[in-house]
C-alpha cells in the first residue's frame, strides 16, 4: 500500500478550510460533495501525486444510513489533522492483512472520481483513528485535477502511546515510507511537515 492523502476534519468545511490555509498560507480548491457519507471538502494538491482534503458534515445533505466515514460523527473542537490515507490496488487483498475494525469495502463516488473505501461499521479506524483508512481508486486519480501550488510533504509523524503496535501492524500490511515516522506520544496525533513557498511549515 502507498501513502495517497492527508485528512483535516473540522466542525464545518470553511473551518477546515480556513485551519490549512492559515497553517501553510495558500489556498485550497473547491472539491464536492459524498452523497454516501453527507459530506463534503476542499482539496490542495502536494507534490508526488499526494493531495491534502479539508473535510466536514455537510448541513445540507441528507443523513446517511450508516457511521460517517473519519469519525465524523463525534467530531468536535479545533480543526486538525485527523487521518492518513493509503491506497492499494487491490483492497480487497489489503484487508486480509490488517487488523480487525479497518472496514469494509464501500463504493464511492465524486464526479466522475470513483473509488472504495474500507469503513468501519462504527466510523471509528484502529488505534484510535490513526491506523491509516485503506482505498482502491478506479480511473482517475484527483491529484491529476489539481493545481500544484509548490507544497510537498516533508515528513508525517504519527504518534499514539502503542506506537511500536501501530507500527508493526502497518509494517505487516506491506507499508514503507520515509516520510512517515511513528513517535510515542502521551494522546493520538498526526503531524504534518510541508514544504510551501513560505517555507518549511507545520500542520496538526
Known sequence: MFL????????????????????LGVALQPGGKHVHFGTHNALLALSDGLYLEAIAIDPAARP???ARWFDLDRFSG???????????????????????G???PVDLQRGDLRWQMAVPATGILPFDN????LMQWQGRHPAAQ???Q????????VGHPL??????AIARAGFADERVRFETASEPRLRAEIMTPHGLRLLA
Not at 483535516?8 to 490555509?21: D, F, I, K, R, W
Not at 490513526?130 to 483508512?133: D, G, H, R, S, W
Not at 506506537?163 to 508493526?168: C, E, F, I, N, V
Request: proline share 7%.
Open 146 to 148: 489539481l493545481k500544484q
Open 102 to 104: 479497518a472496514g469494509d
Open 78 to 100: 479545533a480543526p486538525r489533522l485527523g487521518n492518513w490515507i493509503c491506497r492499494s490496488e487491490d483492497l480487497a487483498q489489503l484487508l486480509v492483512k490488517v487488523p480487525p
Open 150 to 157: 509548490g507544497c510537498r510533504l516533508e515528513m508525517l509523524h
Open 4 to 23: 495517497d492523502h492527508l485528512a483535516v476534519s473540522g466542525e464545518t468545511l470553511e473551518m477546515a478550510v480556513a485551519h490549512v490555509e492559515e497553517a
Open 163 to 168: 506506537y511500536s503496535d501501530l507500527a508493526d
Open 130 to 133: 490513526l491506523f491509516p483508512a
Open 64 to 66: 446517511p444510513q450508516s
